[in-house]
């Protein structure tokens, strides 16, 4: 298995957002970011730290695994 690159797990954030129909801004709200990090994440120009991938990830209802492209299944575990 090969490590995702920023890029990837930009476009993942990226398609899941838009797919909720979510602007970066209301994202970024909603996951307790800045719309330019969001921004940078999603334009793989940015490290993504782990509690604002788990933040992210809350608010999408995805994976982390998922975003970080360790599997091709949005759907977060059930509890």
């Not at 209802?61 to 977060?76: I, M, N, R």
Request: charge should be positive; aromatic fraction near 6%; hydrophobic fraction near 35%.
């Amino acid at each position: 298995m090969s490590v995702p690159t920023a890029s990837q797990i930009g476009t993942r954030i990226r398609d899941m957002r838009s797919k909720r129909k979510m602007s970066q801004l209301e994202l970024a709200k909603q996951a307790g970011t800045h719309q330019s990090n969001l921004s940078g994440w999603e334009r793989g120009k940015r490290d993504i730290f782990a509690w604002s991938l788990a933040r992210l990830a809350m608010v999408l209802e995805v994976s982390t695994d998922y975003l970080l492209c360790l599997t091709d299944t949005p759907d977060p575990p059930s509890s």
